[in-house]
């Protein structure tokens, strides 16, 4: 008989929310490397208290990474998250844990101390109730996440390089859409020289960066493609120095974010 499993979880949800507020009581902003590492010693105890091996990667400047691996095959597969939060320590003062509408509150529940935790009670329920698994989980959690895992990035390139998937647990958008992929993203900035002269006396020899950079922030723009998923979208721009000047010089902020979501109502990606 098949266990209902939404029933099961129902029944430990006081469980499940309990724990997830003791992480959240534990503030990681990922500049406080001490911080973290005290959430990261308390995360490798509940692993190895389900029979994973967790290493705790030392790391000298953020928090210290943890792959945790759980089972035996071939082949694995890779679960990652992370553990530092964009909140700075003290945020729980002002923004305490609580839940309200059926919602839980607090720095860092939702981006994403909420995913590693539902990975910790589903690993729980495959090891008391005896589900064989036909591969091996790494769970990698990395501590550097908010910041572009500066330090874990090539510990996380070299577990995916091993791994047959990879599941990023990252929580959904806003509007529930289960992200199932990101092509990419980034940040640029555009530099653009021109040649200052008067720009009364001698327009003529003047080269005007200004003008350049229009031409630039128009094609960028249009680049943007929301069927495809893809947004571009230059953010500041600084240049010239004073009006009677052509302007020698600009500089522009772009950011560009390609993320691919799959909307609940829809039939899931294959
Ligand atoms: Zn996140």
């Not at 200052?196 to 006396?201: L, M, S």
Request: proline share 4%; with cysteine.
């Amino acid at each position: 008989m098949a266990t209902n499993w939404t029933a099961h979880y129902q029944q430990k949800l006081p469980d499940i929310l309990a724990e997830l507020r003791t992480y959240v009581e534990m503030e990681t902003p990922t500049h406080d490397k001490q911080a973290v590492d005290h959430l990261g010693v308390f995360i490798a105890d509940r692993f190895r208290s389900l029979g994973c091996k967790v290493d705790i990667i030392p790391q000298s400047t953020y928090g210290n990474q943890l792959r945790v691996e759980y089972g035996e095959g071939d082949e694995q597969i890779m679960v990652l998250g992370h553990f530092d939060t964009v909140k700075e320590m003290g945020t729980l003062v002002r923004e305490p844990w609580k839940i309200e509408d059926g919602r839980a509150f607090g720095p860092g529940t939702y981006d994403m101390k909420a995913g590693i935790i539902f990975c910790y009670f589903a690993l729980k329920t495959i090891v008391e109730e005896n589900i064989p698994l036909k591969n091996k989980l790494v769970f990698f959690w990395n501590t550097d996440e908010e910041i572009g895992s500066v330090s874990s990035e090539k510990w996380i390139r070299e577990e995916a390089r091993r791994s047959k998937c990879a599941l990023v647990i990252e929580p959904a958008a806003g509007d529930g859409s289960l992200k199932t992929s990101r092509k990419g993203g980034g940040e640029f900035v555009l530099k653009v020289t021109g040649r200052a002269a008067h720009a009364g006396n001698d327009h003529a020899l003047g080269v005007n960066a200004i003008e350049e950079m229009a031409h630039h922030v128009i094609a960028i723009q249009s680049f943007t493609d929301y069927d495809a998923g893809t947004t571009l979208s230059v953010g500041t721009i600084r240049g010239g120095s004073v009006s009677n000047v052509v302007p020698d010089y600009v500089e522009a902020d772009i950011v560009s974010a390609l993320a691919r979501v799959w909307k609940p109502r829809e039939s899931p990606p294959s």
